[in-house]
């Protein structure tokens, strides 16, 4: 077992042979009742809920390898050998199962069988006991460790700060035992405490913790044993690659290799050529892994949370990668090489290849407009002995130099930075953009009650009752119902309103919180409290609507595929009552025809009134069928199908109508780009489509009247416009007319003119205006009856002047762009005419 991908199989293959059920890494977004990190960042992480006791765990001992993201740690990447953003962390879990003999036994095997590592150079620490928390030493361990053949100068009880873990607040908790290895006496600081945990230097490298769950926390600060003693490890694989291929550093394990050579040979510097260079490859080696993770995982570039984390590093790599003469873009070359070292161990780089390619190139994209600006108004700030507050802020707002970045170089320079002043300014800046965002509310009911069951698939008014209250400011309280009909905002669906009443009070739905399948809801009003019998409420007005929508942005996404191709893939949505906003992955504008022919495709799904048929399935059945997932979308075992038999299938939470008749019309209001090869459809369904339409169609009818006047008043004397045209043939009673500098309206004026006044049955008349040709076929309806038809023949001449046409039977007109045509156009309708009197 040498390399890390051996490794990481290894691992989940002898913990599989021991009897736990191998689990798939989670997102690198948390859950959304997980407010503990903004990215996971520990391979427990998503197994909490069950640590918690809040779900049951999928099998009583797992196993899984979970990518993981270490925010804090940004800034540092590059400077070390070691620190490290993204990582992956193998874990074995046992809810309830065995307990600390167990665990120490399988490490042991693992360790020596498997990564046959020298058991002279493991050392072990275990928790020294603490006062404060009326624990002894954890003997059991000790015991354990001597047990397995580990001498006991090579157990070292470390104190609670190292050696106890706990979520950081009332919870489970329990001391927890940590695996080093020894680089040897030689690397270490030699002093006589040079002991696993030292601080001064670097010969023990921490690799496997194993945390023995015992207690529960209270909030007094009393611990009680937990009903079920749990495990939770935490093998570093990047470390542990380290340990096995005994190279100085983890870049230099093989798992970086690929990335570490890209890197050279785009930038034409090799790692450890120079500072710069040993710190620009590590920071690209990292950033681009946490990158391509980040963006396969759907978070995308922003200013706030997590999107901001993925702009820090974006920048953070391109000014590196500029540093060292990469010529830009590089990111997405970058990313490619992630993908290729990574992809079959995380086949969801693979899937949303293009996706993070597109995202990588936007962003490095915006990002060097920016920096060039950004580098000149920072040298000039650094002409002064240290970086101002101001000019910090202003490269940030205004620039979109990240304040790390600003650190960062002024560092370089042993420059400082007025903070103070800085900070003040940011301040000042969020307060600004929070008094115009909208207000948010967290979870605060979580365990106060049980789960609410969420009935509006089928209803959307219910009696039910108030399980949980909690008073909030400005008038405003949050609860949980037993059942609600509430849909909270999910899947581009928004949030429900509506109110809940009794005995003559009322209060109206401000938001509702979607926590997974539960839910908690903010209302305005007084009057309410836990235990009170109400009768919640959502317009039918208001869900109707929204449900047209929704299942309309299913049959658009369909449609869209079918139109423009299998490259499109949905990017965001927004359904709502008054319209739906569909965003979708496509590099150029819809033309016209593919506008109607999307909006025709749609419509005629309605007309057929089509059922929408929903079920529930497994995810990896739903897979097989085919169904739509949605990129950036986390889902659960057991998926919710929304399906419209024969034409689409997408996995969804939202609400929809029972028939695709119901969505009644569908109109697309608006089509644009919304950058970084992504479009943006707006569109109307039901009510909303019917107003729309009728109001286009009062508008052209006002149209048609104005044009009408002005064409009148535009008719003047042939010498002032320059206009003239001549009658150059006749065939049975239809003239042929050469004109020039007439075309449109006035164009079919002459025709209708030249009809009346040479008292023919029809006139082709072709002309050149402004170098371009025209042609108009003006025929009575007698000519028709006699098998002549307008818009068939100017389709014919059409040819004949390098363009088309269309019209009526009687009037047809043509437009092109060869004007030396007109002249076999005239000859060609000659022929025509003839052809088609005589038979
Ligand atoms: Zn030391
Ligand atoms: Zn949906």
């Not at 601080?199 to 529960?216: A, G, I, K």
């Not at 946490?290 to 396969?296: E, P, Q, S």
């Not at 008038?475 to 669906?493: C, M, N, T, W």
Request: hydrophobic letters at 35%; a negative charge.
């Amino acid at each position: 077992m040498r390399t890390t991908a051996e490794i990481r199989e290894g691992f989940l293959t002898f913990f599989e042979s021991k009897g736990h059920l191998r689990r798939p890494s989670a997102s690198l977004i948390p859950r959304a009742d997980d407010r503990s990190t903004l990215l996971t960042s520990a391979g427990m992480q998503p197994q909490m809920p069950y640590f918690l006791g809040r779900e049951p765990p999928p099998a009583p001992t797992t196993c899984t390898c979970q990518k993981c993201f270490r925010t804090p740690d940004i800034d540092e990447v590059g400077l070390d050998t070691f620190h490290l953003t993204f990582f992956e962390m193998l874990g074995n879990f046992s809810f309830g199962e065995y307990f600390k003999e167990g665990a120490i036994e399988f490490a042991k095997e693992f360790m020596l069988e498997h990564l046959k590592l020298d058991w002279n150079r493991l050392w072990a620490s275990v928790h020294a006991g603490d006062p404060e928390l009326k624990l002894g030493p954890d003997e059991v361990a000790i015991s354990l460790w001597e047990k397995a053949g580990m001498p006991p100068e090579r157990i070292v009880p470390l104190p609670s700060s190292e050696n106890f873990w706990w979520v950081g607040g009332p919870g489970p908790c329990g001391p927890d035992s940590e695996i080093y290895y020894d680089w040897g006496e030689e690397v270490g600081c030699g002093e006589p405490d040079c002991l696993p945990g030292c601080t001064r230097c670097e010969r023990f490298l921490e690799f496997w913790n194993l945390v023995f769950m015992s207690y529960e926390l209270h909030a007094d600060g009393t611990l009680t044993p937990l009903p079920k003693q749990n495990i939770d490890t935490g093998l570093g694989l990047e470390r542990t690659a380290r340990i096995v291929q005994d190279v100085p550093s983890v870049y230099d394990t093989d798992g970086y290799q690929l990335i570490m050579q890209w890197i050279a040979s785009r930038s034409g510097v090799a790692y450890g050529d120079s500072e710069d260079a040993t710190k620009a490859h590590r920071v690209l080696a990292d950033h681009g892994r946490g990158m391509t993770f980040l963006v396969g995982d759907g978070v995308t570039p922003s200013n706030e949370g997590r999107g901001y984390v993925l702009r820090r590093i974006i920048r953070r790599a391109a000014q590196h990668g500029l540093r060292i003469g990469m010529e830009t873009p590089f990111l997405p070359g970058l990313a490619d090489t992630v993908i290729e070292q990574m992809g079959a161990a995380y086949p969801e780089l693979v899937e949303h290849r293009r996706e993070i390619s597109d995202v990588l190139a936007a962003e490095e994209a915006r990002f060097a407009e920016t920096l060039e600006r950004g580098m000149s108004l920072f040298e000039e700030a650094a002409a002064h002995d240290s970086i101002s507050g101001d000019d910090a802020f202003t490269l940030q707002a205004t620039y979109g130099f990240p304040i790390e970045l600003t650190r960062e170089l002024a560092r370089e320079r042993a420059l400082g930075i007025n903070e103070e002043e800085y900070t003040r300014l940011m301040e000042e800046h969020r307060e600004i953009s929070r008094q115009t965002g909208s207000v948010s509310f967290g979870v605060r009911l979580v365990g106060a009650a049980p789960k609410t069951e969420f009935v509006g698939y089928e209803r959307t008014e219910v009696e039910t009752a108030i399980t949980a209250y909690e008073d909030l400011d400005d008038g405003l309280f949050q609860i949980k119902l037993e059942r609600s009909p509430f849909y909270p905002a999910g899947g581009g669906q928004v949030a429900d309103v509506g109110y809940i009443e009794k005995e003559g009070v009322r209060a109206d739905l401000v938001n509702a919180i979607r926590l997974d399948d539960d839910q908690e809801l903010v209302f305005r009003g007084t009057g309410f409290a836990a235990g009170d019998r109400v009768r919640a409420v959502v317009p039918w007005n208001v869900r109707f609507p929204t449900m047209a929508n929704h299942t309309a942005t299913h049959l658009l996404h369909k449609a869209l595929q079918e139109v423009l191709g299998d490259h499109v893939r949905q990017a965001g949505s927004a359904v709502r009552p008054d319209k739906l906003r569909f965003d979708f992955t496509h590099p150029q504008a819809l033309t016209h025809e593919q506008r109607v022919e999307v909006e025709s495709r749609v419509n005629e799904r309605i007309f057929e009134n089509l059922p929408v048929r929903i079920f529930e399935t497994p995810l990896e059945e739903a897979r097989n069928l085919g169904a739509m997932m949605l990129f950036g979308e986390k889902y659960g075992d057991v998926v919710r199908v929304v399906e419209v038999p024969g034409y689409s299938r997408e996995l969804c939470g939202g609400t929809h109508v029972r028939s695709t008749a119901e969505i009644g019309a569908f109109s697309i209001l608006s089509e644009g780009s919304v950058g970084s090869g992504a479009r943006r459809i707006e569109a109307l369904t039901s009510g909303e489509a019917f107003a729309w339409l009728h109001e286009r169609a009062r508008e052209s009818e006002e149209l048609r009247a104005e044009l009408e006047r002005v064409r009148k008043e535009a008719k003047r004397p042939r010498a002032e416009t320059g206009a003239d045209f001549q009658v150059v043939d006749r065939v049975d009673g239809v003239v042929l007319v050469q004109a020039t500098a007439l075309k449109g309206g006035p164009l079919r004026d002459l025709s209708d003119r030249l009809r009346k006044q040479e008292k023919a049955d029809g006139v082709i008349v072709a002309s050149v205006d402004d170098g371009k040709p025209y042609l108009v076929v003006n025929f009575d309806e007698s000519l028709v009856g006699r098998g002549l038809d307008a818009t068939q023949l100017v389709r014919e001449l059409g040819k004949h002047i390098g363009g088309g046409g269309g019209g009526r039977p009687t009037l047809a007109e043509a437009g092109g762009k060869n004007p030396d045509g007109v002249g076999d156009a005239l000859a060609a309708g000659k022929q025509a005419v003839a052809a088609a009197l005589s038979a």
